[in-house]
């Protein structure tokens, strides 16, 4: 799932609006309340202004079908007049479905409105197919101020357990959700866990345990203390750092950091390096004469331990020890916890342990500041949460005033709770019991600064009548009733699902490059007379749909996995699969028989070469290989390498095993060892730490006859390129298999997966994407 902007993030200067998507504070359109504590579905956001001096076009958030169009009334109608002022009734709805995980619990489907439009896109239509930045329309007035739009995102109760994994409440449980995971992760440290100064062995889950034998490594160490409340450590990855960052939550559920947050730099980049270490101090001989000697994890377990704080796509045996420890700060002081310490299998004293949970943004953690509201049982629009309204109750006398509503949305503690409420009540867009739901606003009210006259009242009527349009609606059944609306923070919607990054197979297919470039070797004759020089060809690009579903979720997983989820890294990784398998065509290399490591050949999705990486990723994965029979392949490699020939490695063939050659194959066949191979090489090969440079794009061109090709290119990618194809960082591109398709790839992922990327000019000067 892949969200942008409605609207760049860029934009001027202005006093009633914050930065970033341009949200108008409260008093001027603000989620979820109004001053007088009327609820409000959206928030008012304001178009920035483009160089030219125009207002920026309001864009679609993501892909979708439009369910809803109406085209803006003539300006002289009389009930959009309210209060002598214009306000624009252009509206577009769409109707978005996508995945943000495996499973059909992670099939969503949500509606996006854009309400106040100017003018509708002429293109737009009910049923047209739109996609992610395209132009829906240009923001209008809302009580007459120019430029701006109401924005809103709304589900039906089915979808926001979908979306959020619960339908009420704060988050419960012990393990959060695994259909859907993506963000940071999130440790809930149940009081009473066990801090020690030093880093213990891995295979201890309590270092105060008996001694495992003479090593020090295994020998007890006293706990520097306990932790004597509950805590909640994030754990956030980002260019190559890890950082954890603990936090407490107070009565009111308010969270408050607990030291400094402790960065572990370069821990992310090194990962599987780490696991990797973890995984051989089980057998280096530091754990005897422990009797029976501990169960080894695999590195890959291990690496899913590093990066989810559980199993996910692994199954830890039971008779498997894995303590997680890291450093934390607690209250107590800093010290190293066990993050992986399941209910009742520690023993802390003589009591078991209850357990440390673990968790993923896509479980919307309340300690993480998420909310779901839906305690407003009444049919008004009156907001009678009895939750917003303790939030507002300043002076907790039980009494929420106008004065004491407007002071408090400015509070920035109400604030932030305010922008990461999920609520549910009546949408403001029906026709339907108008006096129900506003007659209140004929009465005195504590947060009312003045009720309604019935002739004012009867204008307000109109007004709402003429904007109203949920009777309209098509039939759907996602679609949500009047009555039975769960609204989504607009701003805090589209920031926190940019951390998904599960692409669906119509994602991925659209990131496809139309065309590719391709270096047509020379033709000789026997007499060795160039017949054709050699030149390039541009050949249009055929995605093969039938690998793409066959591997689509385990290729997701993979890159879940191996952190390959930022829209850089997936560019980069994807161009790069897109070539070596011919545009997801093959898993396994084209005339491997001619290649001199056959039959080590190419498999995957980053055709993995050689047996040293075919050896290198089974190790990964736990599994044994004879270490006599691999130093005989790596002396056949060097010799392969050195000659050319592939004599050496075929011969070889009779000494590999049936059960090595059916791993080998599986390369090639089986959807996960096709993708997970690619993200294990992409992982130890460092290649996040160059594709996480910005893409500092460069105009090139190619002759295709008497016609100039343009491309783009881009040295970071390149350097990716070079260690996916050579093996290593390398700037000498001439030796790098079909370069320039790859960054063709790489820019079409871009286009498709980023908002803004400066694309040179054809005189070199810096521009917004021309495909945008």
Known sequence: MHTADAGNTAGPDHDACASGMQECEPGNGAYPVSYNLGWHGGAHLIAPIAANGHTEPVRAIADGQVVYVRRTSPHGTAALQYGNVRTDDGCVVIRHTTEIGEGDGAKVTFFSIYMHLQTVVGAISVGKQVYRKDTVGVAGHIYGQPGKIHFEIVCDQANLEKLVGRTTGPLTGARGRTDAIYGDIWFKVTKGA???????????????????????????????????????????????????????????????????????????????????????????????PANPSPKTPSPSLIYEMLRFGRPVGETMPSD???????????????????????????????????????YSDADFPHWAGWSLIDDDSTPESLCNSSTIRKWLDLNGDGHVTHDEAVQALHNE?????MARAICKFPIEWSKKSIETRWGWLKSPHEALAAPLSSEDFARLKDHIEALAFWEEMPSDPDLPTDDDCWHFPPKAFIQHFRKCGWLSDDEILKAFPPTALRYQAPEIDLGHHVQVPGHWISERVTPDKTNLQKFGIELNIAMRKFLIVTPLRQAAFLANAMQETQWFARTEEKDARDQKYYPWSGRGFLQLTWPANYIKYWRFRGRSVDPALAERLNQASVKANATGINAALTALEIDVPASLQAWRNALSSHP?????????????????????????????????GNLQKPYYSCQSFG??????????????????????????????????LMDLIPFPSANGTPQSNPDL
């Open 672 to 704: 996960l060892d096709v993708v997970d191979s690619a993200g294990a090489y992409w992982a130890w090969s460092g290649a996040s730490s160059n594709a996480d440079q910005p893409p500092v794009m460069q105009r090139e061109t190619e002759m295709i």
């Open 194 to 288: 066990k801090l020690f100064a030093n880093e213990p062995h891995p295979y201890r889950r309590d270092d105060s345990e008996p001694p495992l034998g003479p090593d020090p490594s295994v020998q007890s160490q006293r706990s520097i203390g306990s932790t004597r409340s509950d805590l909640f450590v994030q754990m956030h990855y980002e260019k190559g750092d890890c950082t954890l960052t603990t936090f407490e939550l107070g009565r009111d559920g308010t969270r408050t950091p607990v030291g400094d947050p402790l960065t572990a730099r370069g821990y992310e980049y090194d990962l599987y390096m780490e696991a990797t270490r973890l995984n051989a101090k089980y057998g280096d001989g530091s754990t005897a």
């Open 320 to 358: 498997v020890k894995f303590g997680h420890w890291r450093k934390i700060a607690t209250p107590e002081g800093i010290g190293w916890v066990n993050l992986n310490q399941p209910k009742n299998e520690g023993h802390y004293g003589a009591t078991p342990y209850p357990g440390i949970g673990v």
């Open 719 to 752: 350097l990716v390129a070079a260690t996916v194809n050579v093996g290593r960082p390398s700037t000498a591109s001439a030796h790098i298999n079909g370069l320039q398709a790859r960054y063709q790839a790489y820019t079409a992922v871009l286009i498709q």
């Open 413 to 417: 503690n109400v604030k932030k709770r």
